[in-house]
């Protein structure tokens, strides 16, 4: 067990919708990375977030948002949903410091399918 | 914008032989970290290595880091059917900005 919380575990939703998935750091990380992963694909990072403040930028798409609240869990929204978009998405948090070295621990995911 | 390759994308090797797969870069990172995912779980944090020519152990597992820090290899000893899983490598810039990971390497040890 990392430490790290996502829910919901699964989510099945129509092409077209909006969701939301919602990730709990460990405690004392600052950190949060949001992570997508498609069949058989690699870790596409989407974006991090240090203590409220959105810190780094990947490929994320613009119907895509994400935002970290005062109590250091972060909250991924998804919406006009495409079947493309159907993936495990997965959350991670990190300890920031000079020797911190961005060690990331990763929660379980969430599988998305959008049918 | 950094890159990290890893080789060979796919490994496929019987219980007991030895294995190693790699990971190159044509950039310098400050810091290197391999991860093991199992299908449908998120990615597991194996070793750090931040010091050129590091070499750290983990069990049967052998981590190296390259001297001038733009690669890295892992190496198997009498790979397991439980060692079956994606390696990954992910590593910082020297300003500990950009975090990337690999593609990694997809492993099975068959009994």
């Known amino acids: 067990d990392s430490g790290v919380t996502q829910t919901p575990k699964h989510l099945i939703t129509a092409t077209g919708q909006r969701v939301t998935l919602r990730c709990s750091p460990r405690?004392?990380?600052?950190?949060v990375y949001w992570y997508q992963q498609s069949l058989d694909q690699g870790l596409q990072f989407l974006i991090q977030?240090?203590?409220?403040?959105?810190?780094a930028k990947g490929n994320i798409l613009e119907r895509f948002s994400a935002q970290q609240f005062p109590d250091l869990h972060s909250e991924l929204n998804l919406s006009s949903l495409e079947l493309g978009d159907s993936a495990l998405y997965f959350c991670?948090?990190?300890?920031?410091?000079?020797?911190?070295?961005?060690?990331?621990?990763f929660g379980p995911g969430t599988r998305l399918t959008v049918l | 914008t950094q890159l990290l390759e890893q080789s060979p994308q796919f490994l496929s090797i019987q219980e007991g032989e030895n294995l190693t797969v790699y990971c190159n870069s044509s950039?310098?990172?400050?810091?290197l970290q391999w991860y093991r995912q199992e299908p449908g779980e998120g990615p597991v944090l194996l070793v750090t290595?931040?010091?050129?020519?590091e070499v750290k152990k983990l069990k049967r597992l052998t981590f190296q880091f390259g001297d001038a820090r733009k690669d890295s290899s892992l190496h198997i000893t009498a790979a397991q059917p439980g060692d079956t899983g994606l390696y990954l490598c992910?590593?910082?810039?020297?300003?500990?900005?950009?975090?990337?990971f690999g593609p990694g390497t997809r492993l099975s040890v068959l009994p």
């Open positions: 992910a590593g910082a810039d020297n300003y500990g900005q950009n975090f990337v």
């Open positions: 290595v931040v010091t050129g020519g």
């Open positions: 991670a948090s990190s300890v920031e410091g000079v020797r911190s070295y961005n060690e990331q621990f």
């Open positions: 950039s310098v990172f400050s810091s």
């Open positions: 977030y240090y203590n409220g403040e959105e810190r």
């Open positions: 405690s004392g990380d600052l950190s």
